[in-house]
């Protein structure tokens, strides 16, 4: 079975085209129009071996908000078309990710009851271009869009890039491993209710 997603959203807002493979290599070819998200999500497709094809446009004349948001709405979305019924993954897993001098945790539960957990202060306003708020933004929407609960947490650092960066190499990692195929539970839904 193979595990892809594909999604356009288009809004008056912001048009963006995501088609990811679960069961990738870790390739990306990615466009958001703001250089330092394209960064993470290329970091976020390297450490979780999913592919991923994403080209975004908004109306980034009038700030970002709108363009982070809907990436991660659309990432969300196409990662759970991906899913299905998420028969077989591992469901739970976590990632601690050094970056120098920081530390920082992600645990994730692909339960399709989305919350988010946001631990992270930011000593600066802006990275690159970016405000650094819009990061929460980003994390709440794919949480709610893929339908995962998230909980992120900066446990000490100094550099906001590394910071932000763990974070999302973190979950990158956890990622990759709540959505491996459970090898003793290959036919099964990881829920005693029987579904997700």
């Given at each position: 079975?193979?595990?892809?997603?594909?999604?356009?959203?288009?809004?008056k807002e912001t048009s963006i085209s995501v088609d990811l493979n679960i069961d990738g290599?870790?390739?990306?070819?990615?466009?958001?129009?703001?250089?330092?998200?394209?960064?993470?999500?290329?970091?976020?497709?390297?450490?979780?071996?999913?592919?991923?094809?994403?080209?975004?446009?908004?109306?980034?004349?009038?700030?970002?908000?709108?363009?982070?948001?809907?990436?991660?709405?659309?990432?969300?979305?196409?990662?759970?078309?991906?899913?299905?019924?998420?028969?077989?993954?591992?469901?739970?897993?976590?990632?601690?990710?050094?970056?120098?001098?920081?530390?920082?945790?992600?645990?994730?539960?692909?339960?399709?009851?989305?919350?988010?957990?946001?631990?992270?202060?930011?000593?600066?306003?802006?990275?690159?271009?970016?405000?650094?708020?819009?990061?929460?933004?980003?994390?709440?929407?794919?949480?709610?869009?893929?339908?995962?609960?998230?909980?992120?947490?900066?446990?000490?650092?100094?550099?906001?890039?590394?910071?932000?960066?763990?974070?999302?190499?973190?979950?990158?990692?956890?990622?990759?491993?709540?959505?491996?195929?459970?090898?003793?539970?290959?036919?099964?839904?990881?829920?005693?209710?029987?579904?997700?």
């Amino acid at each position: 079975m193979k595990r892809k997603g594909k999604i356009s959203r288009k809004t008056k807002e912001t048009s963006i085209s995501v088609d990811l493979n679960i069961d990738g290599k870790g390739k990306y070819k990615i466009d958001t129009g703001i250089g330092f998200l394209n960064h993470m999500l290329e970091q976020l497709s390297k450490h979780s071996s999913i592919d991923m094809s994403i080209k975004a446009k908004g109306d980034t004349h009038i700030d970002l908000h709108h363009t982070t948001e809907d990436t991660g709405i659309a990432i969300g979305e196409a990662l759970k078309k991906a899913l299905k019924k998420s028969v077989g993954i591992r469901r739970y897993a976590h990632a601690m990710i050094p970056m120098d001098e920081t530390l920082s945790r992600v645990a994730i539960d692909i339960s399709n009851r989305p919350y988010l957990i946001w631990k992270v202060n930011l000593k600066v306003e802006k990275l690159g271009e970016m405000d650094t708020e819009l990061f929460k933004e980003w994390f709440q929407a794919f949480s709610q869009a893929a339908g995962i609960t998230l909980h992120v947490e900066n446990i000490y650092g100094d550099n906001s890039h590394h910071i932000i960066e763990s974070c999302y190499k973190g979950l990158a990692r956890s990622l990759r491993t709540a959505l491996e195929i459970d090898p003793r539970n290959k036919k099964t839904i990881p829920s005693t209710k029987g579904s997700l």
